[in-house]
Antibody, heavy 120, light 111 residues
Framework: QVTLKESGPVLVKPTETLTLTCNVSGFSLSSGGVSWIRQPPGKAPEWLAHIFSNDEELYSTSLKSRLTISKDTSKSQVVLSMTNMDPVDTATYYC??????????????WGQGTLVTVSS | QSVLTQPPSVSGAPGQRVTLSCTGSSSNIGAGYDVHWYQQLPGTAPKLLIYGNRNRPSGVPDRFSASKSGTSASLAITGLQAEDEADYYCQSYDSSLSGSVFGTGTKVTVL
């Protein structure tokens, strides 16, 4: 059974850097990719970044300058960093396994999500 | 800002059929990229409902069906049930943005 679980701070201050960790089980990061997706309260999900099994990284064009995605295959962890946090970045952050070829892919399953609030 | 547009809300009585639309453009759905659908129950993460335009994952009732044509896609729920009350999102790929994109979402209410 494939599962993903996000962890990280609940509250960050404006201008700080957010670091989130996704722990995966049921598959190896050497054979499968993981994306980060966020969802502001009451709004639609927004894809942020993806890391492939070969370590290739892809980023949302609008947030690329602020995001870094990495992974530790031995620990089954994928890490997302987002710099210069702002209150508009308040959202539930999900990690999800990518299924299918990139650009034709879907996401399944998703982690439970972690709500991050940006406030001073 | 989502590039896939969905009606904000749809409602129907138990047992009825409702249809949700997802309208894109020539850089996403119209370019031939697959459309996928997710169901998000209150307080939970999105769950894959339809993949590859019309395919149901194991465990998804056949009351849910989907199709794609041109720059749009649609999801139909037949025999609407109270447990179907949720938010539904479409997802595809956009070549202009070089990334996955989600629809604005439709809230389904069972009257």
């Amino acid at each position: 059974q494939v599962t993903l679980k996000e962890s990280g701070p609940v509250l960050v201050k404006p201008t700080e850097t957010l670091t989130l960790t996704c722990n995966v089980s049921g598959f190896s990061l050497s054979s499968g990719g993981v994306s980060w997706i966020r969802q502001p309260p009451g709004k639609a999900p927004e894809w942020l970044a993806h890391i492939f099994s070969n370590d290739e990284e892809l980023y949302s064009t609008s947030l690329k300058s602020r995001l870094t995605i990495s992974k530790d295959t031995s620990k089954s962890q994928v890490v997302l960093s987002m710099t210069n946090m702002d209150p508009v970045d308040t959202a539930t952050y999900y990690c999800a396994r990518l299924v299918g070829l990139w650009s034709y892919n879907c996401f399944d399953p998703w982690g439970q999500g972690t709500l991050v609030t940006v406030s001073s | 800002q989502s590039v896939l547009t969905q009606p904000p809300s749809v409602s129907g009585a138990p047992g009825q059929r409702v249809t949700l639309s997802c309208t894109g453009s020539s850089s996403n759905i119209g370019a031939g990229y697959d459309v996928h659908w997710y169901q998000q129950l209150p307080g939970t993460a999105p769950k894959l409902l339809i993949y590859g335009n019309r395919n149901r994952p194991s465990g998804v009732p056949d009351r849910f069906s989907a199709s794609k044509s041109g720059t749009s896609a649609s999801l139909a729920i037949t025999g609407l049930q109270a447990e179907d009350e949720a938010d539904y999102y479409c997802q595809s790929y956009d070549s202009s943005l070089s990334g996955s994109v989600f629809g604005t979402g439709t809230k389904v209410t069972v009257l």
